[in-house]
T-cell receptor, first 112, second 112 residues
Framework: DGGITQSPKYLFRKEGQNVTLSCEQNLNHDAMYWYRQDPGQGLRLIYYSQIVNDFQKGDIAEGYSVSREKKESFPLTVTSAQKNPTAFYLCASNDRITDTQYFGPGTRLTVL | DQQVKQNSPSLSVQEGRISILNCDYTNSMFDYFLWYKKYPAEGPTFLIS?????DKNEDGRFTVFLNKSAKHLSLHIVPSQPGDSAVYFC???????????FGTGTSLTVIP
């Protein structure tokens, strides 16, 4: 059963703590993306990776970091430098043949 | 600056009637467009796409129209069903690039 998994569904952290959000895909897609969604706003790109061991900043990369050590995995770390970390985070991967992005179920991060 | 815009935050339609969701873009390099449907606290699901070489693409009840000269696309849902109630995002990309750009979404409510 192919797809993109994100865990956990809900995550709570204290202010000042770093937190890592998991994203795994078994679709054999090269490209993976992290977006953030806030109420009333569209999806804003945080980071993306076109290939293993390479990644690029998106529009709102400040306060975030990523790694891409394996094709299947693209974890996102929300650092204490991120001013407003509470949001809904979406991971996606891209099918190059159809040029379509497929999304995971999302992680709701709440920083207390 | 928002390169993809959905100017109507919400839309209400009677069941059985047509729903028309609109999207405008500013970047003339965009040549591939997608529509996604999103329920609260879930990831977006891909609905339909269109390449700039076409002006119409149809899939069941969903039709996307592209007007390149006006930099405008629209999604038609006929007939609308209560299960169509969700937030719809349009997205655009330049196939030579690496990023997808999303609009802010339109919340569709189909009234039974």
């Amino acid at each position: 059963d192919g797809g993109i998994t994100q865990s956990p569904k809900y995550l709570f952290r204290k202010e000042g703590q770093n937190v890592t959000l998991s994203c795994e895909q078994n679709l054999n897609h090269d490209a993976m993306y992290w977006y953030r969604q806030d109420p009333g706003q569209g999806l804003r790109l945080i980071y993306y990776s076109q290939i293993v061991n390479d990644f690029q900043k998106g529009d709102i990369a400040e306060g975030y970091s990523v790694s891409r050590e394996k094709k299947e995995s693209f974890p996102l770390t929300v650092t204490s430098a991120q001013k407003n970390p509470t949001a809904f985070y979406l991971c996606a991967s891209n099918d190059r043949i159809t040029d379509t992005q497929y999304f995971g179920p999302g992680t709701r991060l709440t920083v207390l | 600056d928002q390169q993809v815009k959905q100017n109507s935050p919400s839309l209400s339609v009677q069941e059985g009637r047509i729903s028309i969701l609109n999207c405008d873009y500013t970047n003339s390099m965009f040549d591939y467009f997608l529509w996604y449907k999103k329920y609260p606290a879930e990831g977006p699901t891909f609905l339909i796409s269109i390449s700039s070489i076409k002006d119409k693409n149809e899939d069941g009840r969903f039709t996307v129209f592209l007007n390149k000269s006006a930099k405008h696309l629209s999604l038609h849902i006929v007939p609308s069903q209560p299960g169509d109630s969700a937030v719809y995002f349009c997205a655009a990309s330049a196939r030579t690039g690496n990023q997808f750009y999303f609009g802010t979404g339109t919340s569709l409510t189909v009234i039974p």
